[in-house]
């Protein structure tokens, strides 16, 4: 053994042949951490001492290669100075240059995933051989930043500059067929044949039929475009990324300016190039958010798994409810390879489900997602009915018919009678008490909520609510089949409208005092779209419904009069008297006009304008800060009452139900996170200058004294 550490081992294999294996030890996969780094270093070290090693092939003793750096880490070392950062990375480059410096050929034989600081550690390599199942890829741009570890500088000079920006921008995994073709692997073999070709390939590199210090020269060098090429590379792909990206996510066009100016370097200038934009990227709020919700995500995923102990298998599900929504369970639940009885009363009810399931499996064979064998598959996995005849066999119910509390008791009751004791039924109420649809049920510790987001396969988010009595097995199963149809689940607890429609119709209410006051609501949508939403406030009523807004406005009133009865009529009330339900009848605040790909376009309708002057009281003007602060500091409030009341567990449950479950802007992390951005003094600040507003803008006790003691959410 040449080396021995807890990440990195180096030894002998045979004639002068050594083998560098990362196996990070009590972890699943290897990460580069700082101890991984250090090793690293100590490695490289004893591999230059020992001058009987000939050439050196770097392998994984997992099933991945490296999945990137430690994000935990992150953390902690975004915190330090600008100057601390740079320096940090330039020193872990001097570990990478070493690695390439080595007097000897090298070989990185990639299994599983190179990632990030695991694929720039293949790229300090000479030669790169990769499992034919293997993928390779930078995607540091999703979490704000870009590559530290010699990516921006390599990439380029080995794959061409417009292959890098492609995989550095687009933040990309790669499969083995692309990653040859572009030239940033040299062979692709079978995954049991890489150690072999891993060492034949660096025997023949000693045996000098391959020249490998002319392939590393490259990577040394400037780049090989002249002035105008460059320019045209450059500044095309600046223009044609920054729109892809927006304005609200800096990272691929800095990656490009980065790459731009260390053009014209060779290695050493140019990853001080790399280092220097890093850091300033590293200290961005967009960074700070966006590796928060990756570390929230990371807890959410390790908080479900808990509860696959106490799950119960689901083998069989079933919908009631057809329609829209019963069709897109159907689907989810079928494409991810659970069978599914899908019953209705009506047989148009049905046939409304099959045909929203066989559209969405149709446009994923279209776009070739999908073989259509599996979608056949996937469809005889859905089996409609109206009767409850095969309901002695199911796991788990779904309940989706209207939302109505009479009907759903109904529902509930009869379902009861059909199905196993042992069975779980699941509502997949949006704003009804589960505690209170309980009372129709014998077992209501077999019940739960199980709130879908419409469309339901785009929508990440199942909420999974515990009712009074819900037992634990009742929310585990639940749980468990939620992330087997591929859903993020978030468990709450019970209260009228949970945890994201809570919080939702108070960011309308803000919306409709906006509007009454004067405010023109296309303005409204536009600032609030600019300040990253998917969609204005106005848009979103129109495609959830005007009337699902008025009755999930109704039983807000009802659950928290104090802050959400309204005592004005408002806009959404004369469009939902007027009919004018939105996206579903055509017109709303906005009309809508099908476009060439047969989908619902907006475009503005004068009449609404002449319809909402009956509730317009005043002519105020606001400014595009007061837009922001009128519409987001009740939804911030709610949702710091939805953490102070225990609905949800923690800040990070809260901040992920938002971004997964009404598409909260993810570079600002959160509602919780953007407090903390802004400084919960800052933020107690904003919301005391609307407090003529009354109670859905006056910040609870807990949050004033966490203003005054500095505190914050998150760290």
Not at 58 to 64: A, C, H, L, M, R
Not at 111 to 132: Q, S, W
Not at 600 to 610: F, H, L, N
Not at 686 to 704: C, H, N, Q, V
Request: proline share 4%; hydrophobic share 45%.
């Amino acid at each position: 053994m040449i080396y021995e550490g807890k990440a990195i081992t180096v030894q002998a294999l045979e004639d002068g042949i050594v083998e560098l294996k990362f196996d990070l030890q009590g972890e699943s996969v290897n990460k580069f951490n700082r101890a991984t780094l250090a090793e690293l270093q100590a490695a490289v070290e004893a591999i230059q001492s020992d001058k009987s090693v000939k050439g050196l092939i770097v392998t994984s003793g997992k099933e991945v290669f490296i999945v990137g750096a430690d994000i935990n880490e992150f953390v902690d070392s975004f915190q330090l100075p600008e100057a601390d950062l740079v320096a940090g990375s330039l020193e872990a480059n001097k570990i990478f240059n070493a690695v390439e410096d080595l007097k000897i050929p090298t070989v990185a034989a990639i299994n599983g995933m190179a990632l990030g600081g695991g694929f720039e550690m293949c790229l300090a390599c000479d030669y790169r051989v990769m499992a034919a199942s293997a993928k390779v890829g930078l995607p540091e741009v999703k979490l704000g930043i870009y590559p530290g570890f010699g990516g921006t500088v390599r990439t380029p000079r080995l794959i061409g500059v417009d292959n890098a920006i492609e995989w550095i921008c687009g933040g990309t995994e790669n499969r083995a067929d692309k990653a040859l073709k572009m030239g940033a692997v040299d062979a692709v073999v079978a995954d049991d044949k890489l150690k072999e070709a891993a060492l034949d390939l660096v025997k023949r590199a000693i045996s000098g039929e391959l020249d490998y210090m002319a392939k590393r020269q490259p990577k040394l060098e400037k780049i090989k475009l002249n002035t105008i090429e460059q320019m045209m590379a450059f500044e095309t792909a600046k223009g044609f990324v920054a729109g892809q990206a927006g304005p609200n996510y800096p990272a691929p066009v800095e990656a490009i300016k980065t790459i731009q100016k260390a053009a014209a370097h060779g290695r050493e200038k140019a990853l001080e190039i790399e280092a220097a934009g890093f850091a300033k990227l590293a200290k961005t709020s967009v960074a700070q958010a966006l590796v928060g919700l990756f570390l929230n995500d990371q807890a959410l995923k390790a908080k479900a798994k808990q509860y696959d102990k106490k799950a119960a298998d689901v083998k069989l599900a079933a919908v009631l409810g057809a329609g829209i929504m019963g069709g897109g369970i159907a689907f989810q639940s079928a494409s991810k390879g659970t069978p599914i009885l899908m019953k209705d009363i009506r047989e148009e009810g049905i046939q409304m489900g099959l045909d929203e399931a066989a559209k969405l499996l149709g446009s994923r064979v279209a776009k070739g997602r999908m073989k259509p064998d599996q979608m056949a598959k996937a469809l005889n996995a859905i089996r409609p009915t109206m009767s409850y005849g095969d309901f002695g066999n199911v796991d788990i119910v779904v309940e989706a018919v209207v939302e109505n509390p009479k009907v759903k008791h109904a529902v509930l009751a009869e379902v009861e009678g059909h199905v196993r004791e042992d069975a779980i039924i699941a509502s997949n109420t949006s704003t009804i008490s589960i505690t209170y649809l309980a009372q129709a049920l014998k077992r209501p510790e077999n019940f739960c909520g199980m709130h879908f987001f419409n469309p339901v396969h785009m929508m990440p988010l199942v909420e999974v609510i515990r009712g009074e009595k819900s037992s634990e097995k009742a929310v585990a199963t639940t749980v468990a089949y939620a992330k087997k149809m591929g859903k993020t689940p978030v468990v709450v607890n019970d209260c009228p409208g949970f945890l994201v429609n809570r919080v939702l119709f108070p960011y309308f209410g803000g919306f409709a005092r906006l509007v009454n006051m004067g405010a023109d609501f296309q303005r409204v949508d536009k600032v609030m779209e600019k300040f990253g939403w998917p969609m204005g406030p106005a848009y979103l009523l129109d495609v959830v419904g005007l009337d699902t807004g008025h009755h999930g406005r109704d039983v807000m009133a009802e659950g928290y009069p104090d802050r959400m009865a309204e005592n004005v009529r408002t806009a959404a009330d004369i469009m939902y008297e007027e009919g004018r339900l939105g996206q579903k009848t055509g017109k709303g605040f906005y009309a809508y006009e099908m476009d060439k790909k047969g989908k619902p376009k907006k475009v503005v309708d004068p009449q609404s304008y002449e319809l909402i002057k009956p509730v317009v009281q005043e002519n105020r003007e606001f400014t595009d800060e007061e837009i922001i602060e009128i519409m987001m500091v009740p939804l911030c409030l709610e949702t710091v009452r939805c953490l102070e009341d225990g609905i949800v567990e923690s800040a990070a449950d809260a901040d992920m139900g938002l971004i997964y479950g009404i598409g909260f802007p993810p570079f600002r992390g959160g509602a919780l996170r953007y407090i903390d951005t802004l400084g919960v003094a800052e933020f107690v600040a904003i919301a005391d200058k609307y407090a003529e507003f009354g109670p859905m803008y006056t910040p609870t006790e807990k949050l004033r004294e966490m203003a005054k003691n500095g505190q914050k959410f998150f760290g």
